[in-house]
């Protein structure tokens, strides 16, 4: 870790949930009944064809649950307990996942940039329910009592969430560690170079090089159970 690192940045991507059982966006066979995420993911989806959009998110809502954290969920998990822990040290893990691994292996200092598949959201209302079970039928929001309830997941052309607290941790940031993630989707894909231009030194741990991998300092190639592990220890 270098004894003059204080504050540590994360971002996580589908890679670190792959040995979970959590496929992820991109791999070959990455489709869903034949769609692509781009397609289905959309707003303009959700209202062309609703039922197939909650069908998708109420499948993979379902799936998720029945997954566990893996070790480099657990590694990451006691990082953050651990360096936190320690004065004028801290971490911030930034997850594109919009699972629940990283707060069900012990993580505290979470941050869900994409959503989660365990809230719900009020389109009429605002109100984020927890919500496990289906959208499908389209059922009341437990607030308002409007059917306007969508999963609680930003899909392209959306903003994603937090995006200033996002910027504010990477100025204080010493190391930038990116892992599991393709770098395919912004502006995700950007943090690295923004932190590397704020003076961050920038690690990437994945199983093959993601698109943006030559802004990295250094990569460490593997899968992420093993890659992850050996970085934590
Ligand atoms: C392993 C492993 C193992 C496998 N161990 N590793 C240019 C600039 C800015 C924006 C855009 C731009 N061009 C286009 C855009 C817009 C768009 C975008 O990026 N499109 C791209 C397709 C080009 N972005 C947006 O619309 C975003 N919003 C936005 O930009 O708002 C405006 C804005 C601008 C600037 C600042 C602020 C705001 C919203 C993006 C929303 C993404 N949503 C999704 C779907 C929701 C989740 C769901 O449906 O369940 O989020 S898309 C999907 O991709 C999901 C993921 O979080 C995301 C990233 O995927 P990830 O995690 O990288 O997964 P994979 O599959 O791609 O990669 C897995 C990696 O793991 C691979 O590298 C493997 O090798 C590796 N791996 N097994 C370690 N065992």
């Not at 992820?24 to 995420?37: D, N, S």
């Not at 990116?178 to 932190?195: E, N």
Request: hydrophobic share 40%; with cysteine.
């Amino acid at each position: 870790m270098g004894t003059e690192t204080s504050n540590i940045v994360i971002l996580t991507g589908a890679g670190v949930s792959a040995e979970s059982g959590i496929d992820t966006f991109r791999a070959a066979g990455g489709l869903w009944e034949q769609h692509r995420v781009e397609d289905v993911a959309t707003p303009e989806a959700f209202e062309r064809d609703p039922e197939l959009v909650l069908r998708f998110y109420d499948m993979r809502r379902e799936a998720i649950q029945t997954k566990q954290p893996n070790a480099a969920h657990l590694a990451l998990a006691r990082l953050d307990r651990e360096w936190s822990a320690q004065p004028g040290r801290s971490v911030l893990i930034v997850t594109q996942n919009v699972d629940d691994l990283h707060e069900r292996a012990g993580a505290e200092n979470v941050l869900h940039m994409h959503g989660t598949h365990l809230n719900a959201w009020c389109t009429a209302c605002d109100a984020r329910p927890g919500w496990t079970g289906p959208l499908i039928h389209r059922p009341p929001c437990p607030e308002c009592d409007s059917p306007a309830l969508r999963p609680d997941i930003v899909w392209f052309g959306e903003m994603p969430y937090r995006m200033d607290e996002i910027y504010a941790a990477l100025g204080r940031a010493d190391l930038f560690v990116s892992i599991g993630t393709s770098g395919a989707v912004y502006p995700a894909a950007g943090l690295v170079r923004q932190a590397r231009d704020l003076g961050a030194r920038t690690l990437e741990l994945n199983l093959e090089r993601s698109q943006g991998s030559r802004w990295f300092h250094e990569t460490r190639l593997g899968p992420a159970t093993k890659v992850v592990s050996e970085w934590v220890d």
